[in-house]
């Protein structure tokens, strides 16, 4: 098939990712079954670039189970090969028609990559296969019944699991053939707690992996059985019923942030910034552009913007949501560190946009599923371990805040400033933790964040966080991100 | 691509085999086909691009079934779905899968019944339905050109940014029942929406243009809007923290009703007692000027639809009227589990919206279609401004959410594009981009309400599912606070 794109006229390169995602799924609310279903969804993406002042063209589409035969596929392929050959060929012409309106209009060009043929196996303890939709159902009822009676003061229990396999086939014209497969697993609980006439308290997290069953078994972050983590979530919302609301400051205040929460903000100032698509401004209308880079000459890379205590990195070697060998260009992951010891050093990247920024590619490109486009995705992307153990850094504070747990985020257009809110916040008075308060978060300007940075934990962990939204159509994406314990200062923020 | 004739045979042959099946009482065959095409535009003056980014499409198409089993003296409901496969076949496999997944959900009342009769019919586009794949890549240029024609005749060429995208949602679908709903519906999209900023001057402008008919869609008058509103804001103006008075402009207004005010007026939302108005209707939540509703039929409107997903005609259900809470958005599950003797809400708005499309592999959830704002008594758009007298024009907001949860009503957002300072009733100053949040509380904004502007623009936001036809509004008494004053 990528030889019949190949041999189209001016066809510069093509690729093809061909892909199933099987999954098992069940949700349950207030011990109450709602759903359950086994379901595999097939697709497959083409990108080709052709065109005498080469422009890519792009056709997607998805299939049934009686569409998966060789004759079919191949019919089907070549068709989508065509179109998005058509596409691309159409757009290099226009490209070539606007150039003395746009003179910064180019061909596209392509870092260089070795290519690839290689076959990655799912890896998991439980194979998702074997699992009974029955029992999964069974789990989300009793799990949502039990979160309901934790409290009268629970209102609302949710329970959703997934299981699954997913498998995708890789191929272009230059000669990369790469079979990956990853297993995925995540359970998700909502809960909502309130007291007569106050105000509710609504939580929402995750469990996950890139791995089997065993996950909600207990083999994830948290270390605790799907079970405990939504009872324990539940705890935790019906006592901050009766949490006082935080009160906003108007001047920074000494805060620590747990691992959990820096998750969220590792992912909002230091992963997105650092995303090449959005350095080179094509995300200017959807996600913004990013304050560490404006032009090839007035930029952050070099430059301290993080206080020297500070490193950051995305590795998709390591286990987490953004595991994974290849990237859907065939390029290999790698580590790639953004910031070390408070410099800006790379970016993430695809191909394209490595040969504008004179970089080497690092394999960042990912897509949902296989009929959307790759664009620049984080991978695990976390802030490093320090050594600074988490109960000393608590300890040396005399009047601050211990920010717990990441709910929402806000974050400016390119991303200079943050408001995130967290599940509870704390005081510390005296390096002891006193009392407890809802309701609240912290805000900065990111760089003073980040340059503020006093005390790094060693107590390293890397979290799911199954949808960050990118794109336009949007890719809701899972990612991994996390991070130690940090020290820093910024605003707190409070139920208006 | 398949014919509604397709779709529709499909449906109507399959439930006449699903009805013959063993312990089947009840069922439901939805078929569709759909296609999504983006083209993505990317203009950098300063840096390599390639003005069109990508034309790209993706398309998909199914069957799901949704069936009601005897299961001894208890009804059990079961889902299953089989993609690009609307063949009786595909029925059968479809209906092996809703059989193996069937719970017993106590909270299922019953199918939807039929109600009432379409109001829109031939509402596509057929030259939309067979749009070439050059009349695809050309819209996306023809939306560049309109913002570089306008730029290099105002003499701007250097640190130009032009970004957006052109989007087209084909649709069509069927839907019969043993209910007696036997229905179809085939929908044209057409949107725009382009942001281009002058970089070094640090000012961004938007435009946009919504369609249903290829005729007459725009994408170079969105273009030539949005370097004319940036041009327009050059020399922009830092403001202190502080309380304001605020016009919010279109966009704004479709931000915050999209993230914040909607999500807040549907049954999911009840359902999961996250939201502001929960034990609410019935009262006074707004200003008594303020007027929300949606109507899925609304002729030529992007968000109208003839019929829901569930076989259910479009029309209008009002959610807030002069300031009371009157009614909540509904899908047929949640309308028939909350419905009682007091009060019933008409299920309008079950839709299977996903990956750009009405897709068969997802059952109906609530999904808004187009979503009216109006005023009591709506003032022309330059009189808001002598309402609020001294404030903030705001006319681009971003990254809206409901930071403490949606029930506590708190919203944060920041100001990014086509602002104002207004002084003495008139425009003064641009306001520079990027250098404040908005911290407030929704019921703070819907009660300070003191002016609503009679014209409104069909206005569509990143991610967002609907269409808010959207008027300017003035508030009183906004929370704005400085930011980022690193960048300065």
């Known amino acids: ?496 | 691509m398949i014919d509604l004739e397709a779709l529709r045979n499909c449906v109507r042959n399959g439930i006449d085999f699903v009805k013959k099946q063993r312990d089947v009482i009840d069922a439901e065959i939805f078929a569709s086909w759909n296609e999504h095409i983006t083209v993505r535009l990317n203009y950098t003056t300063d840096i390599p691009c390639n003005g069109v980014h990508e034309p790209k499409s993706t398309q998909f198409s199914g069957i799901g079934l949704l069936v009601v089993f005897k299961a001894g003296k208890e009804i059990k409901v079961g889902f299953g779905s089989v993609s690009n496969n609307v063949t009786s076949k595909g029925v059968a496999e479809a209906f092996q899968k809703a059989r193996k997944n069937k719970v017993y959900d106590p909270d299922f009342k019953s199918l939807p019944v039929p109600t009432g009769k379409p109001v829109l019919e031939d509402y596509h586009d057929p030259a939309v339905m067979g749009i070439s794949d050059e009349a695809i890549v050309d819209l996306g240029w023809r939306g560049l050109k309109g913002s570089l024609t306008e730029y290099n005749q105002n003499h701007y060429n250097k640190s130009i940014i032009i970004g957006g995208d052109i989007a087209i949602i084909k649709e069509r679908m069927a839907i019969v029942s043993t209910k007696g709903i036997d229905e179809f519906d085939e929908s044209t999209i057409l949107t725009t929406n382009i942001t281009s900023m002058i970089e070094k001057e640090s000012v961004k402008g938007t435009g946009w243009n919504t369609s249903t008919h290829l005729a007459g869609f725009d994408p170079e008058e969105a273009g030539c809007a949005s370097a004319k509103s940036a041009i327009k804001t050059i020399g922009g103006e830092r403001i202190s923290s502080g309380t304001y008075n605020v016009v919010f402009g279109r966009q704004p207004v479709t931000d915050l009703f999209t993230n914040i005010v909607i999500p807040a007026v549907s049954l999911s939302s009840v359902n999961s007692s996250d939201t502001p108005f929960l034990g609410k209707l019935g009262k006074k939540i707004a200003s008594e000027s303020l007027n929300v509703y949606d109507d899925g039929a609304i002729k030529g409107a992007v968000g109208s639809k003839k019929i829901s997903c569930e076989g259910i005609p479009t029309g209008r259900t009002d959610l807030i009227h002069n300031g009371f809470l009157v009614g909540f958005l509904a899908n047929n599950y949640l309308s028939r589990k909350f419905e009682n003797v007091f009060v019933s809400f008409p299920p309008r708005n079950g839709f299977r919206y996903h990956n750009g499309g009405r897709n068969h592999n997802i059952q109906p959830r609530i999904c808004p279609t187009n979503i009216v704002v109006e005023g009591k008594d709506e003032a022309p758009s330059q009189s808001l401004l002598s309402k609020i007298n001294n404030g903030i024009y705001i006319g681009r907001i971003w990254y809206t959410y409901p930071i403490n949860g949606l029930a506590a009503g708190d919203f944060t957002s920041t100001v990014i594009a086509d602002s104002y300072l207004v002084k003495g009733g008139k425009i003064d100053k641009p306001l520079k981009p990027n250098t404040v949040r908005i911290n407030n509380n929704i019921m703070d904004v819907l009660n300070n309400i003191i002016a609503v502007s009679k014209d409104k623009k069909q206005t569509i936001v990143w991610g967002g599912e609907e269409v808010v036809l959207a008027p300017e509004i003035a508030v009183q008494g906004i929370k704005l606070d400085s930011i980022a004053g690193f960048i300065s």
């Not at chain 1, 059985?225 to 006082?244: G, H, P, Q």
């Not at chain 1, 996600?287 to 950051?312: C, H, M, V, Y």
């Not at chain 1, 912290?442 to 962990?461: P, Q, R």
């Open chain 1, 1 to 496: 098939m990528i030889q019949h794109a190949a041999s189209l006229k001016n066809c510069r390169y093509a690729d093809i990712r061909y892909g199933i995602h099987e999954t098992k799924h069940a949700n349950a609310e207030d011990g109450k079954a709602k759903g359950m279903s086994e379901d595999a969804s097939i697709s497959f993406g083409i990108r080709v670039l052709a065109g005498e002042m080469s422009a890519w063209g792009y056709y997607g589409q998805s299939l049934g189970e009686s569409e998966s035969n060789p004759k079919s596929i191949h019919k089907i392929l070549t068709l989508g090969i065509n179109k998005a050959y058509a596409r691309a060929v159409a757009n290099a012409s226009k490209k070539a028609e606007f150039k003395s309106l746009a003179p910064s209009l180019t061909a596209v060009n392509l870092a260089g990559i070795d290519p690839c043929n290689d076959t990655i196996n799912a890896v998991f303890d439980e194979d998702p296969r074997n699992l009974s939709l029955k029992e999964m159902l069974t789990l989300c009822t009793k799990i949502s019944g039990d979160m309901r009676g934790v409290s009268k003061d629970v209102q609302y229990a949710y329970v959703e699991v997934q299981t699954g396999i997913n498998r995708e086939l890789f191929c272009s014209t230059e000669g990369s053939c790469i079979d990956q497969s990853y297993a995925l697993t995540q359970g998700m609980v909502s809960v909502v707690a309130q007291k007569p006439g106050g105000v509710p308290e609504v939580c929402y997290d995750y469990a996950g992996d890139l791995l089997g069953w065993e996950v909600l078994k207990g083999k994830n972050v948290y270390k605790q059985s799907l079970s405990d983590f939504a009872a324990l979530r539940t705890r935790e919302t019906v006592e901050l019923t009766e949490a006082e609301f935080l009160p906003a400051t108007t001047e920074p205040v000494v805060v620590v942030t747990n691992p959990h929460f820096n998750a969220l903000l590792v992912h909002e100032i230091v992963g997105h910034p650092t995303e090449a698509d959005r350095a080179l401004k094509l995300e200017t209308a959807y996600a913004g552009r990013s304050w560490l880079f404006r032009d090839f000459q007035d930029n952050e890379l070099g430059k301290q913007i993080a206080s020297p205590l500070l490193t950051a990195y995305s590795d998709p070697s390591i286990q987490g949501y953004g595991h994974y060998k290849y990237d859907m260009e065939g390029t290999p992951g790698k580590r790639i560190n953004l910031i070390e010891n408070g410099i800006l050093r790379g970016f993430m990247n695809g191909r394209e946009y490595a040969a504008i920024l004179s970089h080497q590619p690092n394999g960042s490109m990912r897509a949902t599923e296989p009929h959307y486009v790759p664009i620049v995705r984080m991978t695990n992307t976390v802030f490093a371990n320090g050594n600074r153990n988490p109960a000393e850094i608590i300890s040396e504070v005399k009047d601050g805040y211990y920010i717990v747990n990441h709910r929402i985020p806000s974050i400016s257009e390119s991303r200079e400033n943050f408001r995130i809110s967290a599940q509870k916040v704390f005081k510390i008075e005296n390096g002891e933790i006193t009392k407890l308060f809802r309701q609240g978060g912290i805000t900065a300007d990111s760089k003073d964040f980040l340059m503020n940075i006093d005390a790094v934990g060693n107590d390293f962990e890397v979290f799911p966080i199954p949808n960050c939204g990118k794109g336009q159509p949007m890719q809701v994406m899972r990612v991994g991100n996390g991070g130690p314990t940090l020290r820093s200062r910024a605003r707190l923020t409070g139920h208006q």
